[in-house]
Each structure stands twice: as C-alpha cells, then as structure tokens.
Nanobody, 131 residues
Framework: QVQPVESGGGLVQPGGSLRLSCALP????????IGWFRQAPGKEREAVSC?????????YYVDSVRGRFTISRDNAKNTVYLEMISLKPDDTDIYYC???????????????????????WGRGTQVTDSS
C-alpha cells in the first residue's frame, strides 16, 4: 500500500486561497513527477497540474487554473504544494497528488493529464468553495 498523503483542504469563501500539501514518507519526491488532480462526485478525475523532477523543473497547468494555481516543491521538506488563489465554486472537489514512476519526457509524450500515467494515489483532501 503506497499512498501519498494530501492535506490542506478545507472550506474557503469565493476568492479565497488555500495551499495543499503532498507528502509520501519513504520516497524522495524530488525524483518523481507529481500531478494534481481533482474529482467531483459523479464525475471523472480532472487533471489540474503537474511538476517534473527537480532537475527538470517543468510545470504544466490546465487552462482553467493557469494564473490562479501554482505547483511547487520544497525538497528540504520532501513536500509538493499546490497553492490556490482566487478560488471559485467550480474548484470544489477532492484533490489528489498522484505520483508517476515514468520519466517526465515519457509522461508528457503520452499525456501528463491522463490519470493512468500515475502509479500511486492517496485518499485526497476536500476543497469546498462556498457561494
């Protein structure tokens, strides 16, 4: 059972901000590509963002969050973050930070936003934007 641990979710007013964290003890996360996905009840998981290994330093975002969400790493804390600002009601979802064992070049060639490209999934953290 290998499960990343997502945290930092909660209830926030429209226009507010949150910072989500992703951790996995036993893994040095800087060596892996990490995604952020979100899922609403009855819907498929939606890709949000992805960050490559620290040596590559590449990030990707879907258009709906670009400029509002920022993915980053703190290697000293072995943690990946998703900072979210200007939150909207449509951002209400469970957020996941899956880990990919693939090379980032292979991941992006096949599609970084495809959930099947990620190997380890956690339980997620709930983000609720009130309206």
């Amino acid at each position: 059972q290998v499960q990343p641990v997502e945290s930092g979710g909660g209830l926030v007013q429209p226009g507010g901000s949150l910072r989500l964290s992703c951790a996995l003890p036993g893994f040095t996360l800087e060596h892996y590509a990490i995604g952020w996905f979100r899922q609403a009840p009855g819907k498929e998981r939606e890709a949000v963002s992805c960050i490559s290994s620290s040596s590559d330093g590449n990030t990707y975002y879907v258009d709906s969050v670009r400029g509002r969400f920022t993915i980053s790493r703190d290697n000293a804390k072995n943690t990946v973050y998703l900072e979210m600002i200007s939150l909207k009601p449509d951002d209400t979802d469970i957020y996941y930070c899956p880990i990919s064992l693939s090379s980032f070049s292979g991941l992006t060639a096949r599609g970084w936003g495809s959930a099947v490209e990620y190997d380890y999934w956690g339980r997620g953290t709930q983000v609720t934007d009130s309206s």
